[in-house]
């Protein structure tokens, strides 16, 4: 069998983490809600190309242990890392396969989700071109496939940080020092006297953040000797070669021009011409966009353009929003109240039920709620269908803008740990290796302290509370700064570890 040779990603890692925008579950939502019928998550099968250490693949396995998981990746250390990590955790439905993505056998059979993240603009245009073809011939009759790039026209000025840098570093053959001088150039551009809003002064705040990236990150992207942004129109159109089409952005609402004032909108859909194709494309122009995470599907698929508010009831709601007002008015129809969420995403509402539904949902964060369990928990189970109507509406609103997430299933994690709290072996693996984990939510958790990594790698399910403070007392006592630690101090770890979804039963 041929072995791939070593590659720059076996000289420098590059680190990879839980990406919940390419979680089966993310692409099944779309799907359904663009009138797909894509299969569920609990018994489906997923392929990732690029899966380097399976850090993305490797959290998915683990909370859907009826899937199977298969990832390939051309880093041979990476793959081997990945692998040692799966025999550890004991999973029997994920393998890595050190492969090449133009050597993916047929034999590999059909998958329902396909992952590529962070391939298709770093490689040359034959192995772009069997990405696509790897999708098309391994993709089931309802599969979605998530592919992400960097795009113009917002990449043409990382280009030009591309090139100042890979300028400065010609002629280094030593992979870390070819980091350490293309970081010293950035700081030294960086720190340059500009202008306020003068040409110099945007490429300052490019060269800032080169400096704020790992050395895996700057080496493989910012120094790569292939890095080749696209229009969205140009990805559409090779996608359209391979008989695939455009589903989706995995991050629904940067799909949305409803974020623009009505005359904004319009003048995009006048100038798209109502091609879904086009309004992507103006709003790239409108937002100088560089970077995109697009979801694809077969050609022959039926695809709704127009999300369907009824798919709203069988699946699970979650939101991190909160009421602007400390004592929001629910009960009013004409008051109108505003919700907020991370970022800029916020909806106002006058509706009653609205209100105490987006209220009940932020309250109940991080677990997620099935409609109907949501109507009746907030005492409108009885609601008539013109109400319930209105909220779906307001609900799919709240989702476009972002405020509130959508979920065909509800992770398995616990916000009340018992006894003999027990932390995700994953996360517990993942720990002795550094301050990133994986949520049981499939998000990234930076565990900043050295006691608070400690706490939960002691959290195995074995030790009491009361065990883990005499343990940790243990542990600190014999540390240059003692602290004493209280069983008030284990407590409040545990709680803010369960608000990370990072407790399994």
């Not at 089931?140 to 990382?158: D, E, K, M, W």
């Not at 292939?226 to 990805?235: E, I, K, L, M, R």
């Not at 109940?364 to 005492?379: K, Q, S």
């Not at 998000?443 to 940790?472: A, N, W």
């Amino acid at each position: 069998m041929h072995v791939p040779p070593l590659t720059p990603y076996d000289r420098i890692g590059y680190r990879t983490l839980p990406m919940p925008q390419t979680h089966p579950d993310r692409m099944a939502t779309l799907a359904l809600l663009h009138g797909m019928a894509p299969r569920p998550i609990d018994r489906c099968r997923v392929l990732e190309l690029g899966c380097g250490d399976g850090s993305n693949l490797i959290p998915m396995a683990y909370g859907l242990p009826g899937s199977e998981f298969v990832g390939i990746d051309l880093a041979g250390s990476a793959v081997a890392n990945g692998t040692a990590a799966i025999a550890t955790l004991g999973l029997r439905n994920v393998t890595l396969r050190h492969l090449d993505v133009m050597d993916v056998p047929e034999t590999l059979g059909t998958f329902d989700y396909i992952i590529a993240p962070g391939i298709y603009s770093w490689v040359e245009a034959p192995v772009r071109d069997r990405i696509l073809a790897v999708c098309r011939a391994h993709l089931a009759p309802q599969g979605i496939a998530f592919v992400s790039y960097n795009t113009y026209p917002g990449c043409h000025l990382r280009q030009a940080v591309w090139q100042i840098l890979q300028f400065h570093v010609e002629g280094i053959s030593d992979p870390n020092e070819r980091i350490t001088q293309a970081r010293a150039l950035a700081r030294f551009i960086a720190d340059c006297p500009q202008a306020d809003g003068s040409d110099g002064a945007v490429l300052s705040s490019e060269m800032r953040a080169v400096l704020d990236h790992s050395p895996g990150l700057l080496f493989h992207d910012d120094l790569a000797s292939t890095n080749a942004p696209v229009y969205f129109h140009q990805f559409a159109s090779h996608a359209r070669r391979h008989r695939l089409q455009f589903l989706a952005e995995a991050n629904f609402h940067e799909m949305q021009v409803q974020a623009y004032p009505p005359e904004v909108a319009r003048q995009i859909w006048q100038l798209a011409d109502r091609s879904v194709i086009q309004k992507e494309q103006y709003l790239d122009f409108v937002r100088n966009r560089r970077f995109r995470q697009t979801l694809l599907c077969r050609e022959e698929v039926p695809i709704d353009r127009t999300p369907r508010r009824e798919v709203l009831e069988s699946l699970y709601l979650g939101s991190q929003a909160r009421p602007v007002v400390e004592h929001p008015d629910l009960d009013s129809p004409g008051v109108v109240e505003e919700f907020r969420s991370r970022g800029d995403a916020s909806v106002s509402t006058d509706h009653p039920l609205a209100k105490a539904a987006i209220l009940h949902l932020g309250q109940a964060w991080p677990r997620v709620i099935r409609f109907d369990e949501l109507l009746r928990t907030i005492g409108r189970a009885g609601a008539n269908a013109g109400d319930v109507g209105s909220l779906l509406d307001i609900l799919l609103s709240a989702y476009a803008a972002g405020l509130i997430e959508l979920h065909t299933h509800a992770p398995h994690f616990v916000l009340e740990p018992g006894p003999r709290p027990t932390v995700s072996p994953v996360a517990r693996l993942q720990l002795e290796r550094g301050h990133l984990v994986a949520s049981l939510r499939h998000t990234s958790v930076y565990i900043e302290d050295e006691l608070g990594r400690r706490l939960l790698t002691l959290m195995d399910g074995t030790r009491t509370t009361e065990t883990l403070r005499h343990e940790m007392g243990a542990y600190v006592a014999g540390q240059p700064a003692a602290v004493e630690v209280s069983a008030a101090a284990v407590e409040k770890k545990i709680t803010e570890a369960a608000r990370l979804a990072l407790f399994t039963a």
